[in-house]
Antibody, heavy 120, light 107 residues
Framework: EVQLVESGGGVVQPGGSLRLSCAAS????????MYWVRQAPGKGLLWVSH????????TYADSVKGRFTISRDDAKSTLDLQMNSLRAEDTAVYYCVRGHLYPPHYFDLWGRGTLVTVSS | EIVLTQSPATLSLSPGETATLSCRASQSVGNYLGWYQQKPGQAPRLLIY???NRATGIPAKFSGSGSGTDFTLTISDLEPEDFAVYYCQHRNDWPLTFGGGTKVEIK
């Protein structure tokens, strides 16, 4: 089955760290750009980060730049997001997302999401 | 950053009617505009990419149009499963951004 499964969400205090993981299956993971997109409770969608196939190129939203790091392991078909210096405004459901092959930078496969709550 | 403004925020329609959703960009995104559907408790689903191309498995009742800064998603013959929130998204440059969404609700 073609799917993405996120893990690692939870409750963390402001200033803390959390590492999200995403396990991909059913497709050739190494061929695809991958992304993280988040959605605060009751709010809209926000693109967080992107990594190209091969893992050489990464991009980040300004709101997370310098605090979050995206990485991938093509041998294990996994995508990670290391989140440091977390803030209350980072509270959201984080989706692991596969990029549309062509044209790129659309999101054609989504995980179910993992909830990150930043609160004291 | 390109800001996408969707209107209306809420659209109240009856089954069988046609929904017309608007997405306006703060600067030209060329033809690099897509649409997603999100139902409560679910992840979004890609409907349309590059203005008018339907994603895999998306029925012809969903159609997109526009260019530059003004785009439209049209949903014909609304069925109960079409009532959801719809988001537009551009891929013109970084950062990728989404519109604030239009909720299509049953009248």
């Amino acid at each position: 089955e073609v799917q993405l499964v996120e893990s690692g969400g939870g409750v963390v205090q402001p200033g803390g760290s959390l590492r999200l993981s995403c396990a991909a299956s059913g497709f050739s993971f190494s061929s695809y750009f991958m992304y993280w997109v988040r959605q605060a409770p009751g709010k809209g969608l926000l693109w967080v980060s992107h990594i190209n196939n091969g893992g050489v190129v990464t991009t980040y939203a300004d709101s997370v730049k310098g605090r979050f790091t995206i990485s991938r392991d093509d041998a294990k078909s996994t995508l990670d997001l290391q989140m440091n210096s977390l803030r209350a405004e980072d509270t959201a459901v984080y989706y692991c997302v596969r990029g549309h092959l062509y044209p790129p930078h659309y999101f054609d496969l989504w995980g179910r999401g993992t909830l990150v709550t930043v609160s004291s | 950053e390109i800001v996408l403004t969707q209107s209306p925020a809420t659209l109240s329609l009856s089954p069988g009617e046609t929904a017309t959703l608007s997405c306006r960009a703060s600067q030209s995104v060329g033809n690099y505009l897509g649409w997603y559907q999100q139902k409560p408790g679910q992840a979004p689903r890609l409907l349309i990419y590059d203005v008018f191309n339907r994603a895999t498995g998306i029925p012809a009742k969903f159609s997109g149009s526009g260019s530059g800064t003004d785009f439209t998603l049209t949903i014909s013959d609304l069925e109960p499963e079409d009532f959801a929130v719809y988001y537009c998204q551009h891929r013109n440059d970084w950062p990728l951004t989404f519109g604030g969404g239009t909720k299509v609700e049953i009248k």
